[in-house]
Antibody
Framework: EVQLVESGGGLVKSGGSLRLSCAASGFGFKNAWMSWVRQAPGKGLEWVGRSISESDGGKTEYGGALKGRFTISRDDSKNTLYLQMNNLKTEDTGVYFC??????????WGQGTLVTVSS | DVVMTQSPLSLSVTLGQPASISCRSSQGLLYGDGKTYLTWFQQRPGQSPRRLIYFVSNRDSGVPDRFSGSGSGTDFTLKISRVEAEDVGIYYCMQGTHWPPGYTFGQGTKLEIK
């Protein structure tokens, strides 16, 4: 069974940094494409970015609105995906989900971790 | 950038009745490999999203067959043949054809029971 467990969320002041983790199990993480998706309180879904498996080129790609503040990385030896968020803004507040990718979209999702950025 | 527009934004349906959600993209979603990267998700209250449909009309494993997807080009539809109480939630369409900008979601359609 696929399991994705996000952690690392919390309260941070505007301008601060946070690193989220997504621990994966139940599937071949090394060959998986992985996404981060976020959801502001009471709002819709926004794709943050993704990590493509090393065997498929190892690229990372990001949604256009982030302007270089977010960095996605992975440690295949630990079956873990990361999201490093710098210079956080109040509008970055929300739940951050990690998800596996296949067949053109996000297949399995974690439960999410809440990030709150205060002014 | 491609924009995904859903309608209606909210829907109130009697149990056992059908429901239909439209999703329109500002650009065609047929990719050069012949696939159309249009996905539907369901998000029940307090839960993570769940993928229902991929490549326009393919149901994910475990998704009831009362859910169906159709469409082509720029116009797509999610239909629920007979709404059940467990279908309450928000439904999102998403495109994955155009890169950049990458995956783009519709605004979501809230389904409630009348």
């Amino acid at each position: 069974e696929v399991q994705l467990v996000e952690s690392g969320g919390g309260l941070v002041k505007s301008g601060g940094s946070l690193r989220l983790s997504c621990a994966a199990s139940g599937f071949g993480f090394k060959n998986a494409w992985m996404s981060w998706v976020r959801q502001a309180p009471g709002k819709g879904l926004e794709w943050v970015g993704r990590s493509i498996s090393e065997s498929d080129g190892g690229k990372t790609e990001y949604g256009g609105a982030l302007k270089g503040r977010f960095t996605i990385s992975r440690d295949d030896s630990k079956n873990t995906l990361y999201l490093q968020m710098n210079n956080l803004k109040t509008e970055d507040t929300g739940v951050y989900f990690c998800a596996t990718e296949n067949l053109g979209g996000q297949a399995d999702w974690g439960q999410g971790t809440l990030v709150t950025v205060s002014s | 950038d491609v924009v995904m527009t859903q309608s209606p934004l909210s829907l109130s349906v009697t149990l056992g009745q059908p429901a239909s959600i439209s999703c329109r993209s500002s650009q065609g979603l047929l990719y050069g490999d012949g696939k159309t990267y249009l996905t539907w998700f369901q998000q029940r209250p307090g839960q993570s999203p769940r993928r229902l449909i991929y490549f326009v009309s393919n149901r994910d494993s475990g998704v009831p067959d009362r859910f169906s997807g159709s469409g082509s080009g720029t116009d797509f539809t999610l239909k629920i043949s007979r709404v059940e109480a467990e279908d309450v939630g928000i439904y999102y369409c998403m495109q994955g054809t155009h890169w950049p900008p990458g995956y783009t979601f519709g605004q979501g359609t809230k389904l409630e029971i009348k």
